[in-house]
């Protein structure tokens, strides 16, 4: 079986090369794709930017927000993204994303009409359950699109949506709630992801399954694997599993970080909402988006000599930025801790591009989108329901002995999560070189 695959990815990666430049329709699919993804970003982050005002307003603690923003949204967008995923591979990923992306905004606007805690935590996981169907078939939609070659520059300009989104959720959203209401924010927000939805019908193509994958690569077509089946194929191989768990750790420290970093500004260094709508919303545009960027194009240059730079290069960044993290929860006032965070918030991510290229290319063109989903229910399901949940409640455990500061105290506890990320990274490259011999020791 080994030995197959290892034939079969030579060959791909062969075929892949010789593929002509992407085409202006694929480059407009991508641009759509990513537009999709800033929005489905910005809706899940909006209650993170505006939780000053809506804990204010709905008189909500820390680790409530922590399970609003982590947990409860997490366990619908984790466990519904399955079959969705399984669907998608067996019918048109276009209108998958399209109908998701429909009732996330919907459910966006939603969030704005809240009057406790308990309507806010029913329309949360509304838009979990939307946001579900959406990154998993677009994952797919670009590996048919985009050669191997140039898929993971390709994946690294579709993760430009995170930074996006959250940038233009704090400039937009800050700067909505500081001069009218934090509703308002949701409002408009769900109006445009709805006007989106209709869009993403209209312009992008639904492109043939493995068609970036030939001549030679793909032979005869495989018939789709059962559900449970290909859910034990997934978890069944180390490197897909490993990969997965190595990126939830990442996942663990991003969301742990950014679900809490304006409350912390604000509330521990003295930041104005008017501030975070300009400054922090740059460190997160300009920070979070070049490092993502530079990331794909690291990867897919050294990836291409060494198939283990998928990991190595996710391992290093890491750990370079465990120590600027520390530096952004220590620093006495918010200009200082601005600067600490560039850091972060450039390195914190390099492991998004590198993981998701690397799964899309080990399974085959038929089971592309559950395998993105199967990667997401592991990655989000430890980072997004597990780190905004871990770092609001240490902030309540820590509040008793230090008051003002216990988000402080929180972020140092998040800190050893760099090491663990950096550690499943490395055995991930192990791995990788191992199979590598194994392949290079075969007979053809």
Request: glycine share 10%; net charge positive; proline share 6%.
């Amino acid at each position: 079986m080994q030995t197959t695959n290892g034939a079969r990815e030579t060959r791909i990666s062969a075929a892949s090369d010789a593929l002509p430049a992407s085409t202006p329709a694929a480059r407009l699919t991508l641009a759509m794709l990513c537009f999709v993804y800033v929005l489905n970003f910005l809706d899940r982050q909006l209650i993170s930017i505006l939780a000053k005002p809506i804990q204010d307003s709905l008189r909500i603690t820390d680790g409530q927000l922590g399970l609003l923003t982590g947990f409860y949204f997490a366990l619908f967008y984790c466990l519904i993204a399955i079959p969705i995923g399984w669907l998608a591979d067996r019918t048109s990923r276009v209108k998958i994303l399209s109908i998701s992306c429909a009732l996330w905004s919907a459910a966006t606007a939603a969030c704005g009409l809240a009057g406790s805690y308990a309507q806010l935590t029913v329309a949360r996981m509304m838009v979990g359950i939307g946001e579900a169907g959406g990154v998993p078939p677009s994952y797919a939609i670009i590996s048919d699109t985009f050669p191997r070659a140039r898929r993971t520059t390709a994946m690294a300009i579709f993760n430009l949506g995170p930074p996006l989104g959250s940038a233009l959720g704090v400039a937009f959203g800050a700067s909505l709630a500081a001069a009218f209401d934090w509703r308002l924010p949701f409002y408009v927000i769900g109006a445009v992801g709805v006007v989106a939805a209709l869009a993403v019908g209209l312009v992008v193509r639904e492109p043939r399954r493995g068609q970036q994958d030939k001549p030679q690569a793909l032979g005869p077509e495989a018939a789709p694997a059962g559900f449970l089946a290909t859910i034990a194929q997934f978890f069944g191989n180390p490197l897909l599993l490993t990969a997965s768990l190595a990126s939830g750790a990442g996942n663990f420290i991003t969301y742990g970080l950014l679900n809490f970093t304006i409350l912390f500004l604000m509330r521990e260094k003295g930041m104005a909402l008017g501030d975070v709508a300009i400054w922090y919303a740059l460190v997160v545009a300009i920070g979070m988006g070049a490092g993502i960027y530079a990331s794909g194009r690291l990867v897919d240059r050294f990836a291409a000599r060494h198939k283990s730079a998928y990991a190595t290069v996710p391992a290093l960044s890491l750990l370079i930025a465990m120590p600027f993290f520390l530096g952004f929860a220590w620093a006495p006032g918010w200009r200082l801790a601005l600067l600490f965070l560039c850091a972060p918030m450039f390195l914190n991510s390099f492991f998004l591009s590198a993981t998701v290229t690397f799964v899309q290319g080990e399974v085959p063109p038929e089971r592309r989108v559950i395998s993105g989903a199967l990667l997401l229910l592991v990655m989000n399901l430890i980072g997004l329901g597990l780190g905004p949940t871990y770092v609001g409640m240490a902030s309540d455990f820590f509040r008793p002995t230090h008051g003002g500061h216990a988000l402080q105290m929180a972020y140092y506890a998040l800190a050893p999560m760099y090491l663990i990320g950096a550690a499943l990274f490395l055995l991930l490259a192990r791995l990788i070189r191992r199979e590598a011999r194994l392949h290079q020791g075969s007979p053809s």
